[in-house]
């Protein structure tokens, strides 16, 4: 079976940093992507990491470990409209079809 | 601008009967997917296709059915053997056979039942 876990909620204030881990086991893998989703919303591609190390893209920045089937998101100079779902989403197949996807983390940003 | 069209944005059902969910991208995406989600839940694949006139199931089909006759639309039917079809539903589509991009969502249909 395909396995994704990622904490459920985390705080953080204002300005602050806030470190969101996922962890992986599946049955193949071919990507994995960081998505945010606001309440009612549909979720929005932030990042994708298909080789081991950091990938930054201003105030957001990704890492993958594929021996360790390990991930994280990080949220810098944390700001209130980051308060939303942050979905952890792994290629599974070989091919472009098929995605497996994490609860998510909810983020509560504080003042 | 190009994107992904859901329709209704709300919609009600009733004992019985069967709904559908329209789903309608510009974007010239080869691959559409259905996803539900629930409350505390991540998104769970109803069903996917990578190319017209062809579609597979995901991890929860039952009660689902779907049609891809043009490469635009994917709608999704929700039948009276879902028993539990109160959920939100997304909608999204990829392009095909690049493995760095990523899905494209639509803003999604709450399913609720009267």
């Known amino acids: 079976g395909q396995n994704i876990d990622q904490p459920t909620e985390m705080t953080a204030t204002e300005g602050a940093i806030v470190q969101i881990n996922c962890t992986y086991q599946?049955?193949?893998?071919?990507?994995l992507f960081w998505y945010q989703q606001h309440a009612g919303e549909a979720p929005t591609f932030l990042s994708y990491n298909v080789l081991d190390g950091l990938e930054e893209k201003g105030r957001f920045s990704s890492f993958l470990s594929r021996s360790k089937g390990y991930s994280y998101l990080l949220l810098k100079e944390l700001q209130m409209k980051d308060s939303a779902s942050y979905l952890c989403?792994?290629?599974?197949?070989?091919?472009?079809?098929?995605?497996?996807f994490g609860a998510g983390t909810q983020v509560v940003v504080t003042p | 601008d190009g994107g992904i069209t859901q329709s209704p944005k709300y919609l009600f059902r009733k004992e019985g009967q069967n709904v559908t969910l329209s789903c309608e991208q510009n974007?010239?995406?080869?691959?559409m997917y259905w996803y539900r989600q629930d409350p505390g839940q991540g998104l769970r694949l109803i069903y996917y296709?990578?190319?017209?006139?062809?579609?597979q199931k995901g991890d929860i089909a039952e009660g689902y059915s779907v049609s891809r006759e043009k490469k635009e639309s994917f709608p999704l039917t929700v039948t009276s053997a879902q028993k539990n079809p109160t959920a939100f539903y997304l909608c999204?589509?990829?392009?095909?056979?690049?493995?760095?991009?990523?899905?494209?969502f639509g803003d999604g249909t709450r399913l609720s039942i009267l």
């Open positions: 974007l010239n995406h080869d691959a």
């Open positions: 989403a792994v290629r599974i197949t070989d091919s472009w079809g098929k995605f497996q």
């Open positions: 999204a589509s990829s392009i095909g056979g690049q493995r760095d991009q990523p899905q494209h």
């Open positions: 599946t049955s193949g893998f071919n990507g």
């Open positions: 296709s990578q190319i017209v006139n062809d579609f």
